[in-house]
């Protein structure tokens, strides 16, 4: 093909459409393939093998849209890509339509000329139909990539399951045993940490002083899903486990038909859409027991501590951070206790 492209540089005037192009019974993607391998070492698509000059695409053959393209106009001296319906050069920055007739030729074509020269919507089922199987081919590709990856995050999702578990239970139990101190907790938050109410008195200019209420932070805090008001880290992680688990394949043929099934049915956007959700899922789950672990740390029982202590704090609540063993004591209340078998330990991490 190379040597009769370069053959094809001196564009002719005119191009007879009459008999069988070069293009006649070739496979649309050999065409596209070759088509884009032209156009990354020659910035004139219409010196392209088989490229009808100055003549309109006949009505009464079928065709169907190849590729879609722009032009690299300073390349061309600032000549864009000609229109083989209204010959204009001004076309195509960005949407240029490569299309073949059921002959072997090629064509160059606006969409809105193409949209006005084939009557009845034509055109607009051509270029729908390229769409679709562009999306389709993507799709497929995505898959054939991503499938064979589920075996990975489902042994990640196996060894979050438990944590998860214990992330869960510890959020029933907080709320259900210590419901003063939730509650105490989540009116002292602000967005930079935990603070207090406090008093300054401020001077007036006439010499008097009133009391203004204001704001101080006393502490930082982390771990804000441990007190919120629900937790479903183990729903999320068994609902991306259920979808992927259902597109695990086997080996290589088990893929392939599976992928042959999407096609039939038509189902790629459902296919790439339920993998990606599963996989966001697994994600979520894990980022959400890293933000309830944040809660549990040392260093954040330690700002409890502070912030407890504080002279304008509650002063009404015990922490306990032995190990892993956390209690946290209403005075004359409830009382959260718990023993973290799995929370502390290294979390396995996503496949790339």
């Known amino acids: 093909m190379a040597n009769e492209n370069a053959a094809n540089d001196n564009v002719p005037v005119a191009t007879d459409i009459s008999g069988d192009g070069p293009w006649k019974d070739a496979p649309r993607d050999q065409v596209q393939r070759e088509f884009k391998a032209f156009r990354e070492n020659n910035p004139f698509p219409e010196r392209f093998l088989g490229v009808a000059h100055h003549v309109k695409p ?17 390349e061309r001296d600032d000549q864009l890509a000609p229109c083989n319906i209204c010959h204009n050069q001004s076309k195509w920055f960005s949407d240029g339509r490569l299309i073949q007739d059921d002959h072997g030729w090629l064509y160059f074509v606006g969409p809105d000329c193409a949209h006005d ?10 270029d729908r139909t390229y769409r679709q199987r562009q999306s389709a081919e993507q799709a497929t590709n995505y898959l054939l990539q991503k499938i064979p990856t589920i075996p990975s995050y489902l042994e990640v999702a196996a060894a979050l399951l438990p944590i998860a578990h214990e992330v ?8 259900n045993e210590c419901p003063v101190f939730v509650r105490t907790l989540r009116a002292a938050l602000k967005e930079d940490g935990l603070a207090v109410d406090d008093v300054q008195m401020v001077n007036r200019a006439n010499g008097t002083t009133y009391p203004r209420r204001f704001s101080r932070r006393v502490a930082s805090f982390n771990g804000r899903p441990a007190i919120g008001p629900t937790c479903d880290v183990v729903g999320i992680l068994e609902g991306g486990t259920t979808l992927l688990s259902a597109m695990q394949c086997a080996n290589d043929d088990e893929l392939i038909e599976r992928l042959a099934a999407v096609e039939t049915d038509g189902k790629f956007a459902r296919a790439r859409h339920d993998f990606d959700l599963g996989v966001q899922r697994i994600a979520k789950a894990r980022d959400d027991i890293i933000r309830h672990r944040t809660f549990y740390v040392e260093n954040n029982f330690r700002s409890l501590a502070t912030w407890n202590a504080d002279k304008d704090g509650p002063n009404r609540f015990e922490f306990e951070c032995r190990g892993t063993r956390r209690s946290i004591h209403e005075r004359g209340g409830g009382r959260f206790w718990m023993t973290f078998d799995k929370l502390f330990q290294p979390l396995p991490e996503l496949p790339v």
């Open 58 to 74: 006949p009505r009464d053959r079928a065709c169907e849209v190849i590729d879609v393209f722009s032009v690299r106009v300073k």
């Open 117 to 126: 020269y084939f009557s009845g919507g034509v055109f607009t089922l051509w």
């Open 168 to 175: 869960q239970e510890a959020h029933r139990q907080l709320r």
